[in-house]
């Protein structure tokens, strides 16, 4: 009795040695199963079932079925049971070619060949190559140019573009120092690498608002910036940021710089009054005794005048003969230089 396996049997790879396939003396008729496979002992045949009848695995072949084409002829003969079919080339009038003997094709035409479903060479010729190239530009007129015949030259335009040919190369650029006689118009960024950039124009339109300069200090900034005026036989006046100074200057004469003034460092206000003091000292800190000291009545607006000395670079000293009510005399400080 055998074992019964109700579900698949994996040998992980592993071979299954001297085993022997179900032996049967007819082939099963009920109950098949694509793949089954059995040894017929009548038919002494390795036989499997391939989903609808079974099919020798091995032996003789019992049938062939080979139809002779065109050019080809067909016999088939039969001995003990053996089919054996012979093909031979069919003895026709018709020639395997329809060309001619030679050599097809030149510098100046393409062979061309036709072959049959037989594989046959049954024509063969040559088309002719167009020689004509057309130059077409973005002005002017086309040219042609016939191959073999023309020179097709690349030329470049004089202090614009230079033109090259190596190693079956054209290479087309900018020469070392170019002159652009139209108009240059650039789209995107415009890098300047040199140390000198010289305009020859008499208008410059900016559309940025803020012109820096000193663009490349990165570090305790050390130089003075600012613009000069080019005046031919006469001085060059200018106006600069001092950077010693933290000012900004200007000049009449090209070497004597005067102080531009910046209102919130050269001018001071301050309300004083207490209704007790008659002598009362105004701290300005404009580092400076060239002042000049206006009062004005709060009240009134109107111009005041009393005792007004200079006691040190930043401080003026005011007396009243009779000391003025809270707040009531607005103290106006302007450095002169």
Not at 10 to 29: F, M, Y
Not at 287 to 313: F, H, K, P
Request: hydrophobic content about 35%; glycine content about 8%.
């Amino acid at each position: 009795m055998a074992l019964s396996y109700l579900t698949d049997i994996d040998l992980n790879k592993n071979e299954l040695q001297n085993a022997v396939v179900q032996k049967l003396a007819t082939d099963p008729s009920s109950g098949q199963t694509a793949g089954w496979i059995i040894y017929n002992t009548s038919d002494n045949q390795l036989k499997v079932y391939d989903g609808s009848a079974w099919t020798n695995v091995g032996g003789d072949i019992t049938a062939v079925n080979i139809t002779a084409g065109t050019g080809l002829t067909g016999t088939v003969s039969t001995s003990s049971g053996v089919h054996t079919q012979t093909l031979t080339l069919a003895d026709t009038s018709t020639d395997l070619t329809a060309t001619n003997s030679g050599s097809y094709g030149s510098a100046t035409a393409i062979p061309t060949f036709t072959v049959d479903r037989q594989g046959r060479l049954t024509a063969a010729g040559t088309v002719a190559i167009s020689t004509d190239l057309t130059i077409s530009a973005d002005s002017g007129s086309n040219d042609v140019v016939s191959v073999g015949t023309d020179t097709l030259t690349f030329a470049g335009t004089t202090n614009e573009i230079d033109t090259a040919v190596t190693n079956n190369q054209i290479q087309i650029g900018l020469v070392a120092n170019p002159t652009i006689s139209g108009n240059l118009i650039v789209s995107g960024n415009l890098t300047v690498s040199g140390t000198t950039t010289t305009v020859n124009t008499e208008t410059i339109n900016l559309a940025d608002n803020i012109i820096t300069l000193n663009s490349n200090e990165t570090g305790t900034p050390s130089e003075n910036a600012g613009i000069e005026v080019e005046r031919g036989t006469a001085t060059n006046v200018a106006l600069r940021w001092n950077e010693g100074s933290d000012i900004w200057e200007l000049t009449k004469d090209g070497t004597n710089y005067k102080t531009i003034q910046n209102i919130q460092e050269s001018t001071y206000s301050e309300a004083i009054g207490d209704g007790s003091a008659t002598a009362i000292n105004v701290d300005h800190d404009l580092n400076s005794l060239d002042v000049i000291v206006q009062l004005y009545d709060t009240s009134s607006g109107d111009t005041v005048y009393a005792d007004v000395v200079r006691a040190s670079v930043n401080r003026v000293t005011v007396t009243f003969s009779s000391a003025p009510s809270t707040g009531d005399i607005k103290v106006l400080v302007s450095k002169i230089g």
